[in-house]
């Protein structure tokens, strides 16, 4: 079994739309993190992962997902599934918690315009 305390998280933002709490695992197949996003992320083009699945589970808030150019409204209680290789953005107010497979890192993330 592993705990990971909140304050043990590593904290991401972009100064603009974007914070996140990434919870290390310590395991190199899957990670989970705590995604606040306040307005379009990324502010343009979309963005990939190139090697990670990921499942983004909708804590609070709505607004719109788009995938590989087709937007899909979401909103609290929604579950929405990532192949790796997918583009996307996200346009409006949420709290997200996202588990990654294998675990996500930088180096896999790109932003495309």
Known sequence: M????????KKFED?????ACEYDTQDPDLNTARIEIKGRYP???TMRNTR??????VESGE???AINGVRKPVEQGDVIF?????LIFWNGNFTLITTCT???SPDQHEFIS
Do not use: C, Q
């Not at 990670?52 to 589970?57: D, N, Q, S």
């Open 2 to 9: 592993k705990i990971v305390k909140a304050r043990e998280s």
């Open 15 to 19: 100064g603009k739309t974007f914070a």
């Open 43 to 45: 502010l343009n083009g």
């Open 52 to 57: 990670v699945k990921e499942i983004v589970y």
């Open 63 to 65: 607004g719109e997902v």
């Open 82 to 86: 990532f192949k790796s290789g997918d």
């Open 102 to 104: 294998p675990a996500w």
